[in-house]
């Protein structure tokens, strides 16, 4: 079975642009969360959307909003993009909401780079 | 609120000594915790977890970790370590009462020398 899986895998904006990162998770898995990992961090949660409802939103500017689709692939949208948006972009998928012994699995991020 | 640290920034070991890279959490009431490893350009990949239960929790590629309530600690373990080992690794934490926010520590790097 295919992993979690993000697109593009990498990205180059200008500061001010706007960006959407898609991804899609393992078949079956309703629970799909975002993060950002900025260059030597650990990622930061931005959100998380279970049956295309928003369940979690980390602490991150209203810049940046998600969806989650009825096959329960996801984009993340980023407006008037900053230099320091620029990170690794992740995307983990799990079974369900509200089962916090449940791991997350991740996909390879997208990188974004703002110029 | 939740967090996790992880007091080393990167730990060296010989290829075959036994490793531990150590991760303290805070948390309201009874956690779950998450050791994850992450490769170069590569997401995290899922190592183990503890929910409750025995305080030793074994996991892939012959990881355990230790779950101690009484230090809040969640130290990662391995008998004997090898040279694929060497990555980044990050410890994860999600409080009972908030499913949707895993908080991660900064990461540790392993290096492990033949």
């Known amino acids: 079975d295919a992993g979690v899986t993000q697109s593009p895998t990498h990205l180059i904006k200008t500061r001010g642009q706007h960006v959407t990162l898609r991804c899609s998770p393992i078949s079956g898995h309703k629970s799909v969360s975002w993060y950002q990992q900025v260059l030597g961090q650990g990622p930061q949660f931005i959100f998380q959307?279970?049956?295309?409802?928003?369940?979690g939103r980390g602490n991150f500017p209203d810049r940046f909003s998600a969806r989650q689709f009825p096959n329960y692939s996801s984009e993340l949208n980023v407006n008037a993009l900053l230099l320091g948006d620029s990170a690794l972009y992740l995307c983990?998928?799990?079974?369900?909401?509200?089962?916090?012994?449940?791991?997350?699995?991740f996909g390879d991020g997208t990188r974004l780079s703002i110029l | 609120a939740q967090s996790v640290a992880q007091p080393e920034d990167q730990v060296n070991v010989a290829e075959g000594n036994p490793l531990t890279v150590k991760c303290t959490y805070s948390?309201?009431?009874?956690?779950?915790l998450f050791w994850y490893v992450q490769y170069p350009n590569r997401g995290l990949q899922f190592l183990l977890k503890y929910i409750t239960g025995d305080n030793l929790v074994k996991g892939s590629y012959g990881f355990e970790a230790e779950f101690n309530k009484s230090q809040t600690s969640f130290h990662l373990k391995k008998p004997s370590a090898l040279v694929s080992d060497s990555a980044l690794y990050f410890c994860?934490?999600?409080?009972?009462?908030?499913?949707?926010?895993?908080?991660f520590g900064a990461g540790t790097r392993l290096t492990v020398k033949p």
């Open positions: 994860a934490v999600r409080g009972l009462n908030n499913n949707n926010d895993m908080r």
């Open positions: 983990a998928s799990s079974l369900a909401s509200g089962q916090g012994g449940q791991p997350q699995h």
């Open positions: 959307y279970y049956e295309k409802e928003e369940r």
């Open positions: 948390v309201s009431g009874n956690p779950y």
